[in-house]
């Protein structure tokens, strides 16, 4: 990705209630580690796939869950702007860090 990120005012809010990051700097880290280390959902299926879509849906959305939260982004041209952080129900958590273990051992 070429543009830049953006975090809207809500977001800012989301990301202080929910993570725990009150300040400018910490918040920019979290919603970049999103992307950086987080999974996208066009990568997932199933239940997981089906609640991030039940949840959020716009044309331009991205989708990124890091840890145990969703990070929903919406492209404005090349720049990205993070619109809001929701938490991960227990279920979808748990099924997302499972298929994570998955994966991980497949790449070793």
Not at 41 to 65: C, H, M, S
Request: glycine share 6%; aromatic share 8%; hydrophobic share 35%.
């Amino acid at each position: 990705m070429n543009g830049n990120i953006y975090i809207s005012n809500h977001a800012r809010q989301r990301i202080k209630d929910r993570c725990g990051a009150g300040k400018k700097a910490a918040a920019e880290r979290i919603c970049n580690l999103a992307i950086e280390r987080g999974t996208n959902a066009e990568e997932t299926k199933g239940t997981v796939r089906r609640w991030l879509d039940q949840q959020y849906y716009d044309e331009n959305r991205v989708i990124y869950l890091y840890g145990d939260k969703a990070f929903i982004y919406t492209e404005d041209l090349d720049d990205l702007v993070l619109v809001t952080v929701l938490q991960l129900p227990a279920e979808i958590f748990r099924t997302v860090n499972k298929n994570r273990k998955k994966n991980a051992g497949k790449a070793s």
